[in-house]
């Protein structure tokens, strides 16, 4: 009999997760009490990347990642992977050498110097191109919401039951062993439930007795109306992160990821953050005719010391979350479902174990 799998959250996580459990026969529900995507997968900017990792195993879990989505594009014959690359530049004292010592530290990355005329070049409907720039070139973006959809859809053909609407009251224990979850659909019973449930999961857990610190940080992203095509890659300037939808949607983002000097402003001002963000975008792009589209503020789901969380936290119930959830979702999903179907225990995943917190202060 298929084992039963319940994965509470329909983010890219566990879309792309209920995705591959179903892909490998399991028997998958997948439950949100809103839409699939819509929260912090379509709140994203969607850079898919192994740029400046902060320790190897790190940067070797990205690079697989980079490989994971190349994997599942191919397989699915397209999942809207876009843009050729990264250019990155910053103000102040930043060099090139520096930004490629960072970038490769850990090992080998295609990144190398853009001089002036190359850039304007690659992108000529940007303003001031930069004297020197780092082009990355293996990195992409996908828009998080569309993707979550497309695999969840994936996953309902290959017999996933899809549940929206009704919030996930409580898990089931019996006999030392979480069997199911308590919803507004009633008392779903499973062999393993999955909370891929972002930046819920450090309080669901705790009601658990379970520990897994978060620090969960704000970010704002500004679509504009669809136009057409004028940027080629990723742009990370140093006012805004830019790049363009193969739908003509070009996606801003703030520069610091909800870490910067003016980080505040998303919270007590989002209206002249969004305008400041937009401002940005004209002032890069003259010729453009760039008009709002939507504004979103969301919450990133962050673990305490910034890596991810991902693994068994007790008998039939694991979690994974992280920020960086757009990159690393292709590979986690592959990951954690060789672990649950399997017991397949995936070195890639040992430094990131949510036990690593028991006795964090």
Same mark, same amino acid.
């Given at each position: 009999?298929?084992?039963?799998?319940?994965?509470?959250?329909?983010?890219?996580?566990?879309?792309?997760?209920?995705?591959?459990?179903?892909?490998?026969g399991?028997?998958?529900?997948?439950?949100?009490?809103?839409?699939?995507?819509?929260?912090?997968?379509?709140?994203?900017?969607?850079?898919?990347?192994?740029? /400046?990792?902060?320790?190897?195993?790190?940067?070797?879990?990205?690079?697989? /990642?980079?490989?994971?989505?190349r994997?599942?594009?191919?397989e699915?014959?397209?999942?809207?992977?876009?843009?050729q690359?990264?250019?990155?530049?910053?103000?102040?004292?930043?060099?090139?050498?520096?930004?490629?010592?960072?970038?490769?530290?850990?090992?080998?990355?295609?990144?190398?110097?853009?001089?002036?005329?190359?850039?304007?070049?690659?992108?000529?409907?940007?303003?001031?191109?930069?004297?020197?720039?780092?082009?990355?070139?293996?990195?992409?973006?996908?828009?998080?919401?569309?993707?979550?959809?497309?695999?969840?859809?994936?996953a309902?053909?290959?017999?996933?039951?899809?549940?929206?609407?009704?919030?996930?009251?409580?898990?089931?224990?019996?006999?030392?062993?979480?069997?199911?979850?308590?919803?507004?659909?009633?008392?779903?019973?499973a062999?393993?439930?999955?909370?891929?449930?972002?930046?819920?999961?450090?309080?669901?857990?705790?009601?658990?007795?379970?520990?897994?610190?978060?620090?969960?940080?704000?970010?704002?992203?500004?679509?504009?109306r669809?136009?057409?095509?004028?940027?080629?890659?990723?742009?990370?300037?140093?006012?805004?992160?830019?790049?363009?939808?193969?739908?003509?949607?070009?996606v /801003?983002?703030?520069?610091?990821?909800?870490?910067?000097?003016?980080?505040?402003?998303?919270?007590?001002?989002?209206?002249?953050?969004?305008?400041?963000?937009?401002?940005?975008?004209?002032?890069?792009?003259?010729?453009?005719?760039?008009?709002?589209?939507?504004?979103?503020?969301?919450?990133?789901?962050?673990?305490?010391?910034?890596?991810?969380?991902?693994?068994?936290?007790?008998?039939?119930?694991?979690?994974?979350?992280?920020?960086?959830?757009?990159?690393?979702?292709?590979?986690?999903?592959?990951?954690?479902?060789?672990?649950?179907?399997r017991?397949?225990?995936?070195?890639?995943? /040992?430094?990131?174990?949510?036990g690593?917190?028991?006795?964090?202060?």
């Amino acid at each position: 009999m298929p084992q039963q799998i319940l994965v509470i959250g329909a983010g890219l996580i566990g879309a792309a997760l209920g995705f591959r459990l179903s892909q490998a026969g399991a028997q998958v529900t997948l439950i949100d009490m809103g839409a699939i995507g819509g929260a912090t997968s379509a709140r994203s900017f969607g850079w898919i990347n192994a740029n /400046a990792p902060d320790t190897p195993e790190y940067f070797a879990l990205r690079c697989e /990642a980079l490989a994971a989505w190349r994997r599942l594009d191919a397989e699915l014959g397209g999942i809207g992977l876009s843009g050729q690359g990264t250019l990155t530049w910053y103000a102040g004292d930043w060099s090139t050498e520096a930004e490629i010592a960072a970038v490769t530290r850990h090992g080998p990355y295609a990144a190398r110097v853009v001089d002036r005329d190359e850039f304007a070049r690659l992108e000529p409907a940007l303003a001031d191109p930069p004297e020197v720039s780092v082009l990355t070139s293996d990195e992409t973006a996908l828009d998080g919401r569309a993707a979550a959809e497309r695999l969840v859809a994936e996953a309902a053909r290959l017999g996933a039951r899809v549940l929206n609407g009704a919030a996930v009251e409580g898990l089931v224990e019996e006999g030392g062993r979480i069997t199911g979850a308590r919803t507004g659909f009633g008392t779903l019973r499973a062999d393993h439930v999955v909370l891929a449930t972002g930046t819920a999961t450090g309080r669901i857990l705790e009601g658990l007795g379970i520990r897994l610190p978060m620090d969960n940080r704000p970010g704002f992203i500004l679509h504009s109306r669809p136009v057409a095509p004028v940027l080629n890659h990723i742009l990370l300037t140093p006012e805004v992160h830019l790049r363009q939808e193969p739908d003509g949607r070009i996606v /801003a983002g703030e520069v610091f990821f909800g870490e910067g000097p003016n980080s505040a402003e998303m919270t007590t001002d989002p209206l002249g953050f969004g305008d400041r963000l937009l401002a940005a975008m004209r002032v890069r792009l003259p010729g453009v005719a760039i008009e709002p589209l939507r504004a979103m503020l969301g919450t990133r789901p962050m673990p305490a010391d910034g890596f991810p969380a991902v693994g068994e936290v007790a008998p039939g119930l694991s979690v994974v979350t992280t920020h960086s959830g757009v990159t690393l979702s292709a590979i986690l999903a592959e990951s954690l479902a060789a672990e649950i179907l399997r017991g397949e225990a995936q070195p890639l995943l /040992a430094p990131y174990r949510p036990g690593r917190f028991d006795g964090w202060t």
